[in-house]
């Protein structure tokens, strides 16, 4: 089973070469959406007796990638149809790009055209690719005194933008009341595509306490604002603080958004004391000065601005930070 928009293997197909020629086959695939009809997959191997080095991938394709994600790692292995084993001097990426590092240490490969040797790892990193002229390109090996050179090329779709939403809309607060809140999740296309948002999933931590009502999926045009779901909360717990996330599944990728509950208290710490549960300045005598240092600590997973200090009684002097 392959979800929407997703790539995913589903056949391994192996090949003996007998006969030194060029073969063209095709393989057919039934699913449930073709019918009686099939989804014919050409496939051609050259089979040639000249010993060398060779990739069982023709291209190293790193699929598609948004401008803020991580950087992607794909590996290089090779087979070696010769006799002897091949001493790789070199593995370069050509053009030099910024956006492509390649990982490699001189090794040998031995004699074989079953189990391939990994020689270097490809990464790329897309917030360095400033230019579409960075998305594609090759990957140069070449032996010990030059006796053999392969080309692999490598390509990665990327797209530039984002998904602009409102944070109030997956922040939380959880009263004294435990009460239960509704908000509509807004979503802005920013990207230069069209986006497809067909799921929204919860980690099992937030199912327990939020539940989403998303009743079809949501074509995003770029520019382009909806929304795509209400977000039911309902804590099953008092004091709820959670620190989630939100997954949207599109066409393109999936988005994890933030997702937090928090009470909005604040803790006191006070160094050294026995009782943090009050503030303890001992014995004074008459005129006597005491300065007793304490800490507010937020443990919600949001900012918290405290605006007064207050208190009971009126020979207290209490200097603050300027920055709280």
Known sequence: EIPPYETKPVIKANFIARVEKNHTAFIRIRT???GQDYLLLPVEVDVTSAPGIYSPTEILDFGVLRSDDQPKVLTLSLLNSGPKHVHIANV???????AVDVKFMPLKIPPDTVFSTQVATITFTPSRALHPKQCCGKIVIKS??????????Y??????????YNKNCTRFYVGQQNSSHIKEFNVTNNFSVVIIVYSISLPDEAKEHFTVKM??????????SATVAFLIFKPTIPDLQLTSYLRLHTNISHFDIPLLCFTGRLKVFLPHAVNESFIDFGTLGMGDKRTVVFAV?????????PYKLSFEINFFMVPTLDHI
Do not use: M
């Open 92 to 98: 370069i990426a050509t053009p030099v790009n910024e």
């Open 215 to 224: 009743t079809e999926s949501v074509i995003l045009k770029p520019g382009k």
């Open 297 to 305: 600590i937020n443990e919600n997973p949001v900012d918290v601005s």
């Open 144 to 153: 010990k005194n030059n006796q053999y050179k392969l080309q692999i090329p």
């Open 155 to 164: 390509q990665v779709q990327l797209i530039r933008g984002f998904l602009d």
């Open 32 to 34: 449930n959406c073709t």
